[in-house]
């Protein structure tokens, strides 16, 4: 077996991994990386975020096509779908960025291995695979991300009852998609073959939807999901998901079986520890199977650090991205730091959700004194002008500091305008700072003023 030797060895190229590889590299380290699928990015390039949001965004155009331009004065006849070709695109921008990786690892002189890589002592890592060789490394961080969850009584077969990964890819449009959870995944989802045309059933055990998220706004969701055609059954304990001659069925504890022809298992996920060799080091698990880590990403054993998805923590690959940065930055300079407390999450569906900080109940149970500012979607004149008035943003700022402490919001390009919330937050912003920097007129960015303002009771135009 071939003999290697780097400064660091990154084992996972997804957001996390790949970043971190890059940074490093750019820092003057020997750099390598390893993955063992043959294109870069990880789960959410290949088979995640990226995927799913072509087809949120072919999904919403095709809709809004076959039923929301009238208004606009606008008359379509013979609107068709052609899944294939929408898929086909899905797959072009996956490939076009992963070869976009692989040409930023060739930039940056970062070697990249293929194949399954695992500790074997100290500073080694054995990689299996198209690449065989055993490699030596200073440092050694894991960045190895996550993987779809299930639960007993679910036969995932793959095809009529699978995960995510299958649901990017149907090759016909349910009639019935059965979805269990209600989160970020199973709504996303959801809501693309809903557009599409499918009739969706979303099964949660919970009482509500989107978990973690701010209570107000998951109402507010809930309400509008459901007049996209989207059907709850909340409350339920599913105890099996299987497929049956004419498609699937998902049997719910004390409840009717639900009958569907394709099940979507979007139960979360789980961290992608498996086969790593972290006893050859020493390492041990916690409860939930994360690796543990300090402030800076290192685990137990010298020379061996974790980010992402591997780590407690919201699994986002924003979030990994920043801790690989800071991690390898901190093994070069000595500093490097994530606030986890500003990491927003945005759920792509149509009005888009967005949140950053404290929720409104985490504030209520830690009893923090605040003040809500709310401004509602309809009352701002540019969502009045594309026709998107569905929505609200709210404030969250201590009663006696003004300090911003949580921001929540739901409409039209949320995703985008949560990133004022997040840098206003980052600098330890007031609720009356936001309130007093100029927006641009007309645009969606002033209710994130108008909300501002409104904690203190004196919104313009509410």
């Not at 076009?96 to 060739?106: E, Q, V």
């Not at 990994?320 to 490097?336: D, K, L, R, S, Y």
């Not at 923090?368 to 594309?386: H, T």
């Not at 700022?397 to 919001?409: F, K, P, Q």
Request: charged share 25%.
């Amino acid at each position: 077996m071939d003999q290697k030797q780097h400064d660091l060895l990154v084992i996972g190229a997804g957001p996390g991994g790949y970043v971190a590889a890059i940074r490093a590299a750019q820092l003057g380290l020997d750099v390598a990386c390893i993955d063992k699928e043959p294109r870069l990015g990880g789960t959410c390039l290949r088979v995640g975020c990226i995927p799913s949001k072509a087809l949120l965004e072919s999904s919403e155009k095709y809709h809004e096509v076959h039923a929301g331009l009238e208004s606009h004065g606008i008359k379509t006849g013979g609107v068709a779908l052609d899944l294939e070709a929408m898929l086909a695109r899905k797959t072009k921008i996956v490939h076009d960025l992963t070869d976009g990786i692989a040409g930023l690892f060739k930039k940056n002189k970062v070697t990249r291995y293929e194949g399954t890589g695992r500790l074997d002592g100290p500073g080694k890592v054995v990689v299996e695979g198209t690449d065989t060789v055993t490699i030596t490394a200073k440092h050694v961080l894991i960045a190895t991300g996550s993987a779809s969850a299930s639960f007993p009584g679910m036969e995932m077969d793959g095809d009529v009852v699978g995960d995510s990964t299958t649901a990017l890819s149907y090759p016909e449009v349910p009639k019935h998609l059965i979805v269990i959870g209600a989160g970020y995944i199973g709504l996303e989802l959801g809501s693309v073959w809903r557009r599409l045309g499918a009739e969706v059933t979303v099964v949660e055990y919970l009482d509500r939807i989107l978990p973690g998220t701010d209570a107000e706004i998951a109402r507010e969701a809930q309400k509008l999901f459901k007049r996209q055609g989207i059907k709850f059954v909340l409350k339920s304990k599913v105890t099996s998901a299987r497929k049956t001659k004419g498609g699937a069925v998902v049997e719910i504890e004390g409840k009717d079986p639900i009958e569907g022809d394709r099940v979507l298992v979007a139960v979360g996920r789980k961290p992608y520890t498996d086969g790593l060799g972290l006893d050859t080091v020493g390492v041990e698990l916690d409860e939930r199977g994360r690796i543990p880590v300090d402030a800076h990403f290192a685990t137990k054993a010298g020379g061996v650090f974790a980010i992402g998805d591997v780590i407690a923590g919201p699994m986002l690959a924003h979030k990994a991205e920043e801790e690989g940065v800071a991690c390898v930055e901190h093994i070069v300079t000595g500093w490097g730091h994530v606030d986890h407390g500003t990491i927003p999450g945005v759920c792509y569906t149509d009005p888009e959700i967005a949140g950053v900080g404290q929720t409104e109940e985490q504030l209520k149970e830690a009893g923090v004194p605040f003040r809500k500012g709310v401004f509602f979607f309809r009352a701002n004149s540019r969502a009045r002008a594309i026709d998107r008035i569905d929505g609200r943003v709210k404030i969250l700022a201590h009663e006696e500091t003004d300090r911003i402490l949580g921001v929540h919001m739901i409409g039209p390009d949320a995703g985008h305008l949560i990133a004022e919330a997040v840098a206003a937050m980052a600098f330890g912003a007031s609720s009356e700072d936001i309130a007093r920097v100029c927006h641009a007129h007309p645009t969606l960015s002033e209710t994130v003023k108008e909300a501002a303002l409104a904690v203190d009771g004196r919104p313009i135009h509410a």
